[in-house]
């Protein structure tokens, strides 16, 4: 059954579906399962691995933790969402 739960997405800036369930346990999960759309989160696990491959990080690391969450808040609730430093897309 498709979720039920409306947003307005801070991302896409309009009316979508939400999140079926806060995506963490935290706060800032709270924060994304009312404010971001499912779509948003879908765009933001692409996003996320780019980053986490130009930064070589590692999700297990709690340093790395910090900076793939600055990054989150960024793509989610920023104003502007960058790549990183020299990063080109892959060709399609």
Request: charged letters at 25%.
């Amino acid at each position: 059954m498709a979720s039920q739960h409306k947003v307005f997405c801070v991302k896409l800036q309009r009316e979508l579906p939400g999140l079926d369930e806060p995506p963490f346990d935290t706060e800032l999960g709270r924060r994304v399962y009312e404010n971001v759309s499912a779509e948003a989160w879908r765009m933001w696990g692409d996003h996320c691995k780019m980053v986490l491959n130009e930064f070589r990080l590692n999700p297990a690391n709690p340093r790395d933790q910090e900076v793939i969450v600055q990054h989150l808040e960024q793509f989610l609730f920023g104003e502007h969402a960058a790549a990183p430093p020299g990063y080109v897309p892959p060709a399609r």
